[in-house]
């Protein structure tokens, strides 16, 4: 979608790479927005140069004074005694220069402002006093800051507000909850001083999640010097997990270096990751990783600790509805042929195989590694069922390690299943066998029982059979809508393949079940699938 050119208004978006990002048009004959609306604008805090780094920790209670140099003196003069003023220079009518309007306002006492600055549609949004030097767009000398807040909300009741990744009008709701997801993770992303071990087809898209309207975040080759510029910035170092060598964790924990862990998304990309297509969408795990069970992790946190309000809960159930319609998995939307048909009257259960040495397979799986060890043990589990065996795509295009010879397989499957969408195998079984694979969670998507040899991040929430080892950690019983809300919706970060802009996870849901998901590495991947098919053949 081509961006159109910016407006000046108080809803406006981050500069993100690319054009300017219109979101806010022409006014029209609208009434003003309600009271709940104002609440959730100052609840989430966006409005204004919202993402500027935060203001500096000034007293509680302080008089926030924005004005002119020149008019500093005679403002601070006249502030009422006992409450000290915090100065911060007005430079132009829309402050897109300086620090973050809302962390400077929240802890103050009130606002001396000129009457065309935005700053005072924020303390209006906060309910502090304003007293204004002048009459201007956002408020006349004299006016209360209810009088200030019933301005501002009807501007924003005549304000056309725009889908930023649609070009179509849209609520003002749902254009703040847009932007509030760019401020949580723009803030996030301040505490992250450098990058390491990101392999550089997919470097362009980690830019993107971790951008900052301020700065660049490095992404460096050499361990050690990551951790020296982490570490002078006085910041943590993101890293790709599969890159963290034992040398360099220690080396990380001796500068008291945090690391941030970087991982795919569970709906990463319309093609694989081996073939060397970016993703779409990343976790960004600040306290561990999803698939190591050994240790808490920023999605353990939010699975057992999380309020999933029935809003999320409803949006929950709306998003996995639309990809077991849509058929997506974490390779985009099924397409091509189908698989086979199930035997009439017996119970057909799906064993999924997976790289042998994949992070999650060393990490979760409890000492178990071998796919044909995970096959054998399900049919032990399972005698008299149909068993189909599906090899991992990643293995089958000849990248990584795990191939089993198919008369192997045949000894404990009754069937390998190569045909046909991850999507349409799920459908047409009644049961899955995984080790720490993400088929397990999608199959409990599309509502089949899922036992876990492993331990993978969607066991000991109530939802598997977990013949693994469970941490002491997962207690909760979840379910499957607030299981989806967590892993789904709060976890990860997705960015619009068209757009290139952060975006809500249905936004990538609707591009994939589209084909709306172009790859800009097209030719790097052709060339990569042949060498795979090469490789294939060669082992």
């Known amino acids: 979608m081509e961006r159109a050119a910016v407006t000046s208004t108080f809803l406006r978006a981050p500069p993100f790479p690319g054009p300017p990002l219109r979101i806010a048009g022409a006014t029209t004959f609208g009434g003003p927005v309600p009271e709940d609306t104002l609440q959730l604008l100052a609840s989430a805090r966006v409005g204004g140069a919202f993402w500027l780094p935060p203001a500096p920790l000034a007293q509680p209670g302080g008089m926030v004074v924005r004005c002119a140099p020149h008019e500093h003196d005679p403002v601070i003069a006249a502030a009422p005694p006992g409450i000290a003023p915090v100065i911060y220079p007005r430079r132009d009518v829309h402050c897109d220069a300086g620090p973050d309007p809302w962390s400077a306002l929240a802890p103050a006492a009130g606002l001396v402002a000129h009457g065309d600055d935005e700053w005072v549609a924020i303390a209006a949004l906060l309910g502090l006093p304003v007293s204004l030097l002048s009459d201007g767009h956002y408020g006349r000398v004299g006016d209360t800051t209810q009088a200030l807040r019933e301005s501002l909300a009807g501007e924003l009741g005549r304000t056309t507000c725009r889908d930023p990744f649609t070009g179509e009008d849209t609520k003002l709701p749902a254009l703040i909850t847009i932007l509030a997801d760019w401020r949580r993770q723009i803030e996030a992303n301040r505490a992250i001083a450098a990058a390491c071990g990101m392999a550089w087809w997919k470097q362009d898209e980690i830019r993107r999640f971790l951008w900052l309207p301020e700065r660049t975040i490095p992404i460096l080759h050499n361990p050690r010097k990551a951790i020296a510029t982490a570490r002078k910035a006085g910041g943590k170092l993101a890293v790709w997990p599969s890159r963290l ?295």
């Open 245 to 539: 060598s034992p040398a360099m964790a220690e080396l990380a924990d001796q500068q008291q270096v945090g690391l941030v862990r970087i991982e795919d998304g569970f709906i990463r990309s319309a093609g694989l990751g081996s073939d060397l297509v970016p993703p779409a969408s990343v976790v960004v795990d600040f306290s561990g990783i999803h698939f190591d069970p050994s240790g808490p992790s920023d999605l353990e946190r939010i699975l057992g600790q999380a309020e999933f309000s029935p809003a999320l809960l409803a949006r929950a159930a709306r998003l996995r509805e639309t990809i077991v319609a849509g058929g997506i998995s974490k390779y985009a939307a099924s397409q091509g042929e189908e698989p086979p048909e199930p035997v009439a009257g017996r119970r057909v259960v799906l064993v999924a195989a997976q790289v042998e040495d994949d992070m999650s397979v060393l990490a979760g799986g409890g000492g178990i590694r071998s796919n044909l060890e995970v096959l054998r043990r399900a049919r032990a589990c399972e005698p008299d069922a149909e068993i189909w065996y599906r090899p991992h795509p990643d293995i089958e295009a000849g990248h990584r390690e795990g191939a089993v010879d198919d008369r192997r397989v045949l000894e404990h499957a009754d069937r390998i299943v190569r045909q046909g969408s991850m999507a349409s195998v799920l459908c047409a079984v009644d049961a899955v066998h995984v080790l720490t694979s993400l088929t397990g969670f999608e199959a409990l998507l599309r509502g089949k029982a899922v036992t876990c040899h492993g331990t993978p991040f969607y066991a000991g929430w109530g939802l598997t059979t977990d013949l693994g080892k469970i941490p002491a950690r997962r207690g909760r019983k979840l379910t499957l809508d607030e299981l989806v809300a967590g892993v789904l919706i709060l976890y990860p970060r997705y960015l619009d393949p068209v757009t290139r802009l952060p975006c809500p996870v249905e936004v990538l849901v609707a591009r994939l079940a589209r084909r709306q998901a172009p790859n800009r590495l097209q030719a790097v991947s052709r060339l990569r699938r042949w060498q795979g098919r090469f490789m294939a053949r060669w082992r």
